[in-house]
């Protein structure tokens, strides 16, 4: 107890700038100044008996011990706030963060989160998109709560990574295509036609996972999913677009699934904090989880 009580005070620094590696950073976070978030930094070392840091010149980059210390923080710290929020009768409420493509969003995650909308009437779904941002680190941080990929996820200590299963792309037209009505079509019928296909820092899943051994004619690009089914709708471009969202969207009864022989191998999968064994609350994260199960398994 006397060394806990010495040291806890400093944790929420030492978090801050283990997570940052940067004291103006950290310093912002925590709303402190760099000098004194430094001096709780030496005293956390100084309790510890060794460094946590390795000093590069100004940078401050966490070596082995911190690595350790900074894991067992953040659990202390989960532990602690779960705890609050039993003895406040907190139940299912609060913000659950969650980052995944548009295209995932439309298609699974709205529609898991409705399976659940009489339970979580006091939860607060916030979606963002996950194009570029750094699913464990944030999920670590405590910026996330769910992130949802159709790339894989780095192995990170401290985050668990679920496999849900196969999410299927189909060739797409529209009514006025003049593949509309065809009964059988081959890769080389494709090849005569134009695709709209995903910009590089679009949205619509960040690829439409077309095969890069074969050659096609992309006339537009596109970042975004409602667009381009919008697009191909209108007859004129082929397009690879996710057939959950197709069926679940006003374009079913426009666009027509092509009986190409093409595959297009894509795998979704589920990135989110480990579950602390002596929480005993199930997470928001994980009740969404299963609830996308539900509807993936439905779809």
Request: charged share 25%; hydrophobic share 45%; aromatic share 4%.
């Amino acid at each position: 107890m006397s060394r806990l009580r010495n040291v806890w005070s400093w944790l929420p620094a030492f978090r801050a700038v283990a997570e940052t590696q940067n004291l103006r950073e950290a310093a912002a976070l925590v709303r402190v100044a760099p000098s004194a978030l430094s001096r709780s930094v030496s005293l956390v070392e100084s309790t510890v008996g060794r460094p946590l840091f390795d000093r590069i010149g100004r940078a401050l980059v966490l070596n082995a011990a911190g690595e350790e210390l900074l894991a067992s923080v953040r659990n202390a710290m989960r532990l602690v706030d779960d705890g609050l929020e039993g003895a406040a009768g907190a139940g299912l409420k609060g913000p659950l963060r969650i980052a995944c493509s548009p295209g995932v969003a439309v298609s699974f995650v709205w529609p898991a989160l409705r399976r659940l909308e009489r339970e979580w009437s006091e939860v607060n779904p916030i979606l963002r998109d996950a194009h570029g941002v750094d699913l464990p680190r944030q999920l670590l941080r405590g910026q996330l709560d769910l992130g949802l990929s159709e790339r894989p996820v780095p192995a990170t200590e401290g985050v668990a990574i679920d496999d849900l299963g196969g999410v299927p792309f189909s060739v797409y037209c529209g009514r006025g295509h003049p593949l509309h009505r065809a009964r059988r079509i081959s890769r080389a019928d494709l090849a005569r036609h134009a695709f709209l296909a995903p910009s590089e820092a679009g949205d619509l899943g960040t690829s439409d996972h077309w095969p890069e051994t074969v050659e096609r004619r992309v006339a537009l690009r596109v970042s975004d999913l409602w667009l381009a089914m919008t697009v191909c709708a209108e007859g004129r471009l082929l397009a690879v677009l996710p057939d959950v969202a197709v069926r679940s969207s006003p374009f079913a009864e426009r666009l027509r699934r092509l009986p190409a022989a093409m595959e297009f191998p894509n795998r979704l999968v589920a990135a989110r904090r480990r579950e602390l064994p002596l929480s005993g609350r199930p997470s928001l994260a994980g009740l969404l989880l299963e609830a996308l199960r539900a509807e993936l398994r439905g779809r």
